[in-house]
């Protein structure tokens, strides 16, 4: 059995291809279609109903295009919205979270950062999350700003390089030997953070879990495209396509609609 239709994805913005990255990456020969709603971001800011909203719209017009599974490769999307998006729709729907728990069982100094948007760090499903790990020392910080200056394309402008640092300082001070990205567009930022924080930190984010898991649900359902060649990937965008042809590596097609 062989199931050809694409593997959905939506974010904010340009972030979550991060997510895509990983996902073609590990699944090489299946297709798939990424909405990114530059539009309407930052989500960080928004409230927990406006994001409900975003998300179902998101959801719906990637389910018009006959998906097969939808990945929200937004931690701000999945933490506020994905238990509406469940109750709501049957196909499969893959979220994701700071990495929080990889972070903590590996920490030796018993202390991990994680940056994220106000969005996910004041949701409820967050809160739960870091209950589970009450031994370890988790400093939060939100990354105010730093999705919209990614969405202009403002990776290393100098007011991104003053930002970060001083989202950072805090927690180097506080002898953290984990950073997690909790926010899909965060990776993008990696060599610049790396430029900041000492060696010994690890950074993590999900790309690489939510792509294994992607394809676990898959395969359960026996709905892995088994074919040998490439699979075909389709960008749509709401905003100026620049931004996103800048940030994916290789040509794709990208499609400017108004969704
Ligand atoms: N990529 C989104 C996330 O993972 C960014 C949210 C936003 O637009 O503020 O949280």
């Given at each position: ?168 300082k805090p927690m180097i001070e506080s002898n953290i030997d984990y950073l997690v990205l909790g926010c899909s567009h965060y990776p993008y930022l990696i060599p610049q953070i790396k430029k900041i924080l000492p060696k010994k930190i690890k950074i993590i984010d999900s790309g690489e879990a939510v792509a294994r898991q992607t394809k676990n ?43």
């Open positions: 059995m062989t199931n050809t239709n694409s593997i959905g994805l939506f974010d904010s913005g340009i972030g979550g291809t991060s997510i895509w990255a990983a996902i073609h990456a590990l699944l090489p020969a299946e297709n798939t279609i990424y909405l990114a709603d530059s539009k309407n971001a930052p989500y960080g800011q928004k409230t927990k109903d406006e994001i409900i909203a975003l998300s179902i719209k998101n959801t719906q017009f990637l389910l018009e295009q006959n998906c097969k599974i939808i990945v929200v490769a937004c931690n701000t999307a999945t933490t506020n919205a994905i238990k509406e998006l469940r109750a709501k729709y049957d196909v499969p729907i893959i979220g994701i979270e700071p990495a929080i728990k990889p972070a903590a069982q590996n920490s030796a100094t018993n202390t991990i950062g994680i940056l994220a948007t106000r969005g996910t760090l004041n949701s409820e499903l967050f809160h739960q999350t870091i209950l589970k790990f009450d031994q370890t020392k988790i400093v939060e910080q939100i990354g105010h700003h730093l999705v919209t200056l990614i969405e202009n394309g403002e990776l290393e402008s100098p007011q991104m390089k003053e930002l970060l640092k001083t989202y950072l649900i898959l395969q359960e359902r026996n709905n892995l495209n088994s074919g040998t060649q490439p699979g075909k990937s389709i960008f749509y965008t709401n905003a100026d396509p620049k931004v996103l042809e800048a940030i994916l590596k290789h040509k794709h097609t990208i499609i400017q609609k108004d969704f």
